[in-house]
């Protein structure tokens, strides 16, 4: 089976910088860095879906400047628990990084994918590598999510692009565009559910038009795209809103189906912070959501983890209208 052109989600992944969407100047960046076969150390960050990976991809490609991938990159999961450690540095990275670029490629290529999770002494070592071998041959791309959990001194070796979401008129064509290439019959409210349901992660709608296209026709129901993190999302805005009205009852039994969410297990913790801190929530939530989110990893129980940054939320809004309102 041809794996790659059965998911749709591979099938349909731009392949060129001319298929993403990007801010102009980022694309004139990029195409200028093409253009030259010139390698930066390039930081990019910002909510799932958004095309910080595929970017990526696409540079350390054919279509950038790496046209022999087998030798010359080296892609690296930096949420898995073996390549997030300081050993993996030491005994994948820097081997890799010893020997010059093979065929006529300029650079040997680090790529590490969510390098947000990575270790305080993986950074530590990855920063001497950065160093070591900028001069040479070697170049780093990082994607993330949370920028601030990349150490500032590995930060300022690499110059950053931070990703928006998508647009949803962007998603809705993209979507459309896709059930039509395949001859799948489907209403405009249909793709407008999964939207709604997935954004702003782009892979994740994708997989759901597939999912739901079956003899032909895509067929979505509300509980297909009611995912546990959304009504876990949509109750923390029911809080929040509520802590302005002053309605303690409605915040107690919004906090109590939280828990109750969070206790049925199978949560993406991971994405649930990203969309929190990118949802329009007040500033001082998001300081909360981002401390939260740094030390989550490191947690003993996550739901109570995720339970502790829910009763700090509502501490610091109530705190906050104190100071404002002196009531």
Not at 262 to 268: F, I, Q, S
């Amino acid at each position: 089976m041809d794996i790659e052109n059965s998911m749709w989600i591979e099938k349909y992944r731009p392949k060129t910088l001319a298929d993403m969407v990007l801010p102009e100047k980022y694309r004139e960046d990029f195409e200028r860095l093409i253009a030259r076969q010139e390698l930066i150390n390039l930081l990019f960050s910002g909510p799932p879906g958004g095309g910080k990976t595929t970017l990526a991809r696409i540079i350390c490609s054919p279509n950038g400047v790496i046209h022999n991938k087998n030798d010359n990159l080296l892609y690296v999961n930096g949420s898995s628990q073996q390549s997030r450690s300081i050993k993996y540095i030491e005994d994948v990275i820097h081997p890799f990084l010893r020997y010059p670029p093979q065929g006529s490629d300029k650079y040997r290529v680090v790529f590490i994918d969510e390098a947000d999770n990575l270790t305080p002494d993986a950074y530590k070592s990855l920063r001497a590598l950065i160093e070591k071998y900028h001069d040479m041959h070697g170049r780093f791309i990082f994607t993330c999510n949370y920028i601030s959990s990349i150490p500032d001194p590995v930060q300022s070796r690499f110059t950053p692009y931070t990703f928006s979401q998508i647009p949803k008129e962007f998603a809705m064509k993209f979507l459309s565009d896709i059930l039509t290439d395949e001859k799948i019959k489907f209403d405009e409210k249909s793709v407008k559910l999964i939207i709604d349901g997935f954004y702003p992660d782009i892979r994740k709608m994708v997989n759901a038009i597939q999912k739901g296209s079956w003899k032909g026709e895509l067929n979505v129901k509300v509980e297909d795209v009611t995912t546990t993190e959304k009504l876990i999302l949509a109750n923390i805005s029911q809080i929040i809103s509520c802590i302005e009205k002053d309605d303690n009852v409605q915040i107690g039994k919004s906090v109590s189906e939280v828990l109750t969410l969070l206790e049925k297990g199978d949560v993406e913790y991971r994405g649930l912070y990203t969309q929190l801190f990118y949802m329009k929530i007040p500033a001082n939530v998001k300081v909360v959501v981002n401390e939260f989110a740094n030390g989550h990893n490191g947690c003993l129980v996550p739901h109570m983890h995720f339970m502790g940054m829910i009763f700090k939320m509502i501490v610091t809004l109530k705190e906050y209208k104190r100071l404002v309102t002196g009531k």
